[in-house]
């Protein structure tokens, strides 16, 4: 079972929050077997709704979205390079 823990977080000055997973060398999330039983599976959820003096948008966008890219552990990945 994965916990927030397992989650390293930074902030893209471009893509805002962003979270990179199996980044602690100390611990190994591997699998063996392929197939969607034994993969890691996401649930991303958007919430677009804010308070009046919460702005959870970047300052040059005003809707929300997720990109989700795949790259080896301890590089320091940078958003832009898959555009």
């Known amino acids: 079972m ?9 902030v893209d000055p471009i893509y805002g929050a962003c979270y990179s997973f199996n980044e602690d060398s100390s611990l ?3 699998t063996n ?3 969607m039983k034994f ?7 958007i919430s677009q709704e804010t308070t009046e003096s919460v702005n959870d948008f970047l300052p040059t966008t005003a809707v ?4 989700i890219a795949i ?3 301890g590089t320091l990945f940078e958003m832009l390079e898959v555009l």
Do not use: E, I, M
Not at 2 to 10: E, N, V, W
Not at 39 to 45: F, I
């Open 39 to 45: 993969g890691l599976k996401l649930l991303v959820t």
């Open 71 to 73: 790259h080896p552990r």
């Open 33 to 35: 077997r392929a197939g």
């Open 2 to 10: 994965l916990h927030s823990a397992d989650f390293t977080r930074f």
């Open 28 to 30: 190994n999330y591997s």
């Open 64 to 67: 929300a979205g997720a990109r």
